[in-house]
Structures are given as C-alpha cells and as structure tokens.
C-alpha cells in the first residue's frame, strides 16, 4: 500500500464544495482505500492521506489529481496545498 501525503496550510472550516467534490472524486478512483483528512483548525494546518493500493493505481490518476488540487486552491485562493510526499505503508 501506498501512502500519498500533502500539507495544507491556510485558514479554513473543512473542506468547501469543490474540495468535498474532489474528495468524494478521490475515493471513488480505482485503487483509492481510503482519503484521511487531519486538520487543526488553530494553526491553519492540516495532512491530506490518500492511501492506495499500489502506485499503479495512484499513477492512473495522476493527471486527474492535478486537476482536482488546482480546482481546490481555485475555490480557496488562501489555502495552500503541497506537492505530494509519497510512503510505503506497512501495517500489521
């Protein structure tokens, strides 16, 4: 399993309608086991997790996620969201 990580900064509430679009969007993707937000709305802070069954499955959407992230910052011009890190997740 792959684990797909991009820092987000700025202020907020949650996600607005693109980004719940882009979510929702993500989840559904062939490959997609779960989309994890963390968010600490104190410091304008927060982790999106993208878990993936392997990078096969992560790369097959790469154009489209670059869509979505652009779609997102357009909804929230403040909101800054990372290029993403990328881990192997090991779990037992």
Known sequence: M???VFTLTGPGSGPGEVGQKAIAETKAAEGCEDFILLVDQTKGEGLA???WRDEAAM?????RREELRRDV????PELQVSEPRIYDVWSS
């Open 59 to 63: 790369n097959a959407v790469a154009a």
């Open 2 to 4: 792959i684990a797909q």
């Open 73 to 76: 910052q357009g909804e929230t």
């Open 49 to 51: 997790v993208v878990l």
